[in-house]
């Protein structure tokens, strides 16, 4: 039976819940992967925690070059987080010919040319399953389960953090103060919580999501991004009027004009098998030329969900030979000639105050009309004494013409836009 | 470039899937994959189909022999179907050395261990992704996805054709006969539908699935059995106003008492997310220790969706050097020691008439209470002159509660059960 000698870096959620996966397991994947896998040392500083968790004193170390020079470490799994650190301890353990096994999506995102070149030249591998989606093997799918098509769309609730604000704001009509402070209070928000409700760390599994679907690099510079952060109760209790349930989703599409990227709260029609994820959990919507639509979901997050995915990875790693390099198909940039569509389009949901004057709808649509921007429903609201809420959902139109539609709309007495959104075309 | 010579044996729904994306893929993977799949041979009796499908009048083979004879194929891929001259031709291409892909549920299910020992003899590769909810991903996530955990639930909308059919009978309300008619005319129901309406499909899939997901043989022949050919649209509807759903549901579980598999037609609470899963759609659930729940949904059935599951597993194929053999861990039987739990637990939908009397209600329950069974919910639905329909859904019990249950209520004059349904307790 071949023994697999592991170091994880990092005893936090994700390095803990592997580590109890590994203590609990051991016999198990001897049994059914006829694999020993081992942990024969663990970096953290916090020798309190690292004993807590049952690690023996012996396998704490509180130095990289020490796991790195251990001759019985063939594998390291890295759960710092972060680019620094993270980095400089990936490509050490890389340098020193060890396979790598990550749940960091910013270093695969932002680093993972360099980072494949390391592996290449020291025959090591690099996985990174648990960096997209927690449990949910949505790297793999797209690696080894659906590698036959042309995928041309990616769109998925990636972010448990905004998914479980945004079905609190929209179960309970809460503001997304309010919501924030629960999640925060849940754990499922951090003390900063701008990496998520900013939509940040959606855009970096996105871009590696849809690098891997499109074949050719898509840095997250490109992505369109808008978080939650001004969403009101107000609108999702409008959209659930018309029959959508809001949502932040990452949407990568391969269309005639270019790759389409972006990362921004949509309203999801309800009949959507995306509209039912809720809370904490996680979905990825596939879309390819011969499978047709595909849906995985599950938990995005946790200690033992993601470390499932790492896990998994290690089992991967030590029952395959083969190691797969330039994952990443192309350069470290995206590839010259690939374009990126910018002006992208969507359908919208625009919320306008309005005077409450017969023949003011008219005057909307007229206007609206002039930027190449039609109405398919609008419902009005009930007048507050002199205007009126009316909210209103286009056909499909570009985003440079909703803009000038808002610009023409506001510059009109008859009416002011309080609040745009878009809604997915899925 | 590694260059794979393909064989396609039988020109079918699935067979034309698979040569159409090969045909028009060939370029993409070549750049993607780097490896240059080409379709060498097909084996097929009406060579007009053939002809008609772009294959060249040169590549059209009528006998195995010539197939596995051609030292340009390295694999073939089975389309054809059915335990006869498919599991010879298989073997024969095994026993030539040839990997084989192939979609057929029924040779896998009841052959896989004389396949994969012919294979291993051969170092040869089997690959039957396709053979289980077409092109999702199911196999491979189950093998190389969340492997890294006791799994002990699956459970599936596992076909399509089933699907299709309850679906319709929920929408319209149409019959059984009606929606199974309508299923024939759209190519989703064969002439002969019993294997799919009786549930033998679903169950080789199941067996399968949780072989996989449990480590150790589960013939198909322990599979409890029950089909939809008896579903009326009454109970459907009653079953709608308690707030579930009708689906044919393959269920497997790893439970203390030992594995317990069936399939038969049961209410899932519309909340839940097999629940939305609709037409001819189908999804795979899973449940794992660390991952937690994990769904699949895709296409189950249909030229290419089953087409890019073969596709793929071609691709994985020809791109990984390692073979895996013994895919079901262990012997050809059921492990000796393996449980199998047979008087399994559900909750009940019962549907009776009773007599339209003062106190029959508490008879009712009185009589259920002495065979161990509870009710949860109940509702009457109206009075026909002297007497009138009772619906109860029961709370968790034996199936052999409920057999006898159903038998004292039958013997006293207060109440006739005319149906008993199973509710799942997902």
Chains 1, 2 share one sequence.
Do not use: W
């Not at 397991?25 to 925690?49: G, P």
């Not at 940039?333 to 969507?346: H, I, P």
Request: charged letters at 25%; proline letters at 2%; one cysteine or more.
């Amino acid at each position: 039976m071949r023994k697999v000698g592991i170091a994880i870096l990092g005893l936090g959620v994700v390095g803990s819940g592997t580590y109890k996966i590994l203590s609990s397991h051991r016999e198990f994947y001897q049994k059914t992967q006829n694999v020993d896998l081992a942990v024969e040392s663990v970096l953290e500083l916090d020798r309190e925690k690292a004993l807590a968790l049952g690690v023996p004193a012996e396998k704490i170390r509180s130095n990289i070059a020490e796991v790195v020079a251990d001759p019985d470490v063939n594998l390291v799994v890295e759960c710092i987080g972060g680019v620094g650190a993270a980095r400089e301890y990936v490509l050490c353990a890389l340098n020193a010919g060890k396979t790598v096994v990550t749940s960091n999506k910013e270093l695969i995102c932002k680093y993972s040319h360099e980072l494949e070149r390391a592996a290449k030249r020291q025959n090591a591998g690099l996985y990174f399953e648990a960096s997209c989606v927690g449990g949910v093997p949505v790297i793999r799918t797209l690696l080894d389960g659906i590698e036959s098509n042309r995928v041309h769309t990616v769109a998925g609730i990636i972010n448990g953090t905004t998914n479980y604000i945004l079905s609190e704001m929209t179960e309970n009509g809460s503001s997304y103060e309010d919501a924030l402070k629960r999640a925060q209070e849940l754990g499922y928000a951090e003390a900063d919580p701008s990496a998520d409700v900013e939509g940040f760390d959606a855009c970096y599994k996105l871009s590696i999501l849809s690098s891997l679907a499109f074949h050719t690099k898509v840095p997250y510079t490109r992505i369109f991004r808008e978080g939650i952060t001004n969403i009101s109760p107000e609108d999702i209790r409008h959209g659930k009027e018309l029959g959508y349930v809001l949502k932040l989703l990452a949407i990568g599409k391969q269309t005639d004009a270019g790759i389409e990227v972006r990362v921004h709260p949509a309203f999801v029609r309800k009949d959507h098998p995306l509209a039912s994820v809720e809370g904490s959990f996680n979905a990825v919507y596939l879309v390819g030329d011969a499978v047709g639509e595909v849906m995985l979901y599950g938990r995005g997050a946790g200690d033992l969900p993601t470390g499932s995915a790492i896990v998994s990875d290690i089992l991967y790693a030590s029952t395959h030979s083969d190691i797969r390099y330039s994952t990443f198909k192309n350069g470290e940039k995206e590839e010259a000639g690939v374009q990126f569509a910018e002006d992208f389009s969507s359908a919208y949901y625009l919320r306008l105050t309005v005077a409450d004057k017969s023949g003011v709808l008219a005057k909307i649509a007229s206007a609206l009309g002039k930027t190449g921007v039609s109405i398919g429903e609008l419902i009005q609201c009930g007048s507050k004494g002199e205007v009126t809420t009316v909210v209103l959902v286009t056909h499909e139109t570009h985003e440079s013409n909703i803009k000038s539609a808002v610009e023409k709309l506001n510059a009109t007495e008859i009416a002011k836009v309080d609040s745009v959104l878009r809604v997915a075309l899925l």
